[in-house]
């Protein structure tokens, strides 16, 4: 069996990390050749308390605390790399439960080895029934999958099967080390609101060089993630501040794909989120969102997103330097970021 480093970056998020922990150590048996890393990416709540009690109630496994200071998902992912002594590395988020023989499932495809990369089933698990309105905003593709990426949800049916690398999600994203490491590792991802201006495309930016060079992945329908989705995360307010971090992300993306920014826009993107009218406009669908009135929320947030970070990599060098850097195996950010957490002026009026 090959040994296998389960990796779950966390951030004060002590309240549902245990939960998950558990999770997995009833699927994994202790005589396995399994590590459980956390990596803390500076809580300051009860993560570590609750990892401790964890490790103390099952002795039995191999548990791995690291403390990362430096913020964003990006180091808590790198930081768990380079601990790991796996040869496959399985992240996980910090809020998703696994079902009987998980851990089986996402292995098996590995047997072959031109398969680098794994994913699976990415289930809701709601704290009460969604918004009628959430229905219209999943989309349907033409090889069979079903998605909200808003939400990471992700259904292929159980029918496994190869498919793109782009569609292994950071809630379940299984890989060979070596391969993660030769790709150069993951983008940018999961910065403070105030650090928002340095967020990338994440796994999606390893994928997609993943996808140039051939490297295959397995759709594993065999099994599923149920991923926590909390009340807070079914409002209209909620999927349009996430395509306002959406626009960031695809910004960041077209910039490093053209390594130049484009020219600057006729209008900025406070113009997109402040005008009266549209005030008018979002507070009807506030108060009677329909799935097609939340989809003018997200589109109208996701503009505005791309400018905001158009303009942070047109006005500031630190930011287009971050974004052209060739990797994020160092995943320090530029020096003077902590400006950035002080200035809070500068920073986009949140889309909700």
């Given at each position: ?8 970056p ?35 709540d ?5 990892f401790?009690?964890i ?79 959430t ?5 349907e ?5 079903r ?42 991802d ?11 495309d ?40 996430r395509?306002f ?6 910004s ?16 900025s ?31 109208r ?19 287009l ?32």
């Open positions: 069996m090959l040994r296998v480093s389960v990796i779950i966390t951030l004060n998020r002590a309240g549902v990390l245990g939960r998950t922990l558990r999770s997995i150590v009833a699927v994994v048996d202790s005589s396995d050749p399994v590590e459980i890393i956390v990596v803390d990416n500076g809580s300051v009860q993560t570590a308390e609750v401790r009690e490790r103390v109630m099952f002795p039995q496994y191999e548990w791995r605390y690291f403390y990362e200071p430096v913020p964003g998902l990006l180091s808590g992912r790198h930081r768990g790399a380079k601990e790991a002594r796996g040869e496959i590395l399985s992240f996980l988020d910090d809020d998703v439960t696994l079902p009987a023989r998980w851990m089986e499932s996402i292995l098996q495809p590995f047997g072959d080895p031109d398969i680098h990369f794994v994913g699976c089933r990415y289930l809701p698990d709601y704290d009460h029934a969604p918004p009628f309105w229905e219209g905003l999943w989309q593709h033409d090889d069979g999958f998605t909200l990426g808003h939400l990471s949800l992700l259904d292929g049916g159980e029918l496994s099967r190869p498919y793109r690398p782009m569609l292994v999600w950071g809630l379940c994203f299984a890989a060979r080390r070596e391969t993660v490491i030769k790709l150069g590792g993951f983008n940018p999961g910065y403070p609101w105030e650090l928002r201006r340095f967020r990338g994440g796994e999606s930016g390893l994928a997609s060089k993943a996808e140039m060079l051939g490297f295959k992945a397995f759709y594993q329908g065999k099994t599923h993630v149920k991923h926590h989705v909390p009340a807070s995360r079914m409002t209209p307010e909620y999927f349009e501040r395509s971090l959406q626009g960031i992300s695809d960041y993306t077209q910039i490093r794909r053209d390594c130049r920014v484009p020219g600057a826009p006729g209008r993107w406070k113009d997109l989120l402040r005008p009266a009218k549209w005030k008018i406009e979002r507070d009807l669908i506030l108060r009677r969102p329909t799935a097609e009135g939340v989809a003018r929320l997200m589109v947030a996701h503009r505005a997103g791309m400018q905001f970070h158009e303009n942070a990599a047109r006005n500031d060098p630190k930011v330097d971050w974004v052209l850097r060739q990797n994020y195996l160092d995943p320090r950010l530029p020096d003077g970021w902590t400006q950035y957490l002080n200035a809070r002026k500068d920073q986009p009026p949140r889309p909700a």
